[in-house]
């Protein structure tokens, strides 16, 4: 399986700030999703990050307020912008390798928003 | 959209006792996956299946995608007090890699 390192692991942030994940990949992958999982419940997609150009949005999610990056095959980010409390969820980053069709997750990070 | 039904929610059960859990969707899928998710942790997979009928084993658990491929289920035999954690389903439709899970099954193994 590939190693995906998220940064941060956790933060707690002020409301009306945005925080910036980053994703790690130590192997070149296809593709890279942002899920979402509020607390006790299960994981949501938020979108797919293509390779140098936009993200693919879920309904229900909006660039404006995920905006998402993928510069190159192995690093990605996700910035939760203009946060309120009801932001505070897990947010996973996932990858798939070439050939499979099953993903792997990262460790997440953990946002509490205040 | 697609949607996944899973259950039980929650199992309390002794240490040593068989464990099953099962998913089912108004829609088929291509592939089911089962993950297990620690506290502070992302999910980790456990088994993958890709065919209908499919029947597959990684240790004392074992999975099948059903015949309809609406539905699969997750057996764990002699459950271990390490086996405590939350077990999602997902399946995909197409090969985007796109998942959409259940709600989950939070296991407690009481030694």
């Known amino acids: 399986s590939a190693v995906i390192s998220q940064k941060p692991s956790r933060d707690i942030c002020q409301r009306g700030t945005s925080l910036t994940i980053q994703c790690q990949v130590d192997?070149?992958?296809?593709?890279m999703f942002w899920y979402r999982q509020q607390p006790g419940q299960s994981l949501t997609l938020i979108a797919t990050?293509?390779?140098?150009?936009?993200?693919?949005?879920e309904s229900g999610f909006v660039i404006d307020k995920f905006p998402i990056s993928r510069p190159n095959l192995t690093f990605s980010t996700l910035t939760v912008s203009n946060m309120s409390p009801e932001d505070s969820s897990i947010y996973l980053c996932?990858?798939?390798?070439?050939?499979?069709?099953?993903?792997?997750f990262g460790q997440g990070t953990r946002l509490t928003v205040v | 959209g697609q949607q996944l039904n899973q259950s039980p929610q929650s199992m309390f059960i002794q240490e040593g006792e068989d464990v099953s859990m099962n998913c089912t969707s108004s829609s088929i899928f291509n592939t089911w996956l089962w993950y297990k998710q620690d506290p502070g942790e992302g999910p980790v997979l456990l088994i993958a299946l890709y065919k209908a009928g499919e029947l597959t084993s990684n240790g004392r658990l074992t999975a099948q995608f059903g015949i309809t491929r609406k539905d699969s289920f997750l057996n764990i035999s002699a459950s271990i007090p390490s086996d405590v954690g939350i077990y999602f389903c997902?399946?995909?439709?197409?090969?985007?890699?796109?998942?959409?899970f259940g709600d989950g099954t939070t296991l407690t193994v009481k030694p």
């Open positions: 192997s070149q992958v296809t593709m």
């Open positions: 996932s990858v798939l390798r070439t050939g499979h069709t099953e993903a792997f």
């Open positions: 990050a293509n390779q140098g150009s936009e993200a693919t949005y």
């Open positions: 997902a399946g995909q439709y197409t090969n985007a890699g796109k998942s959409t």
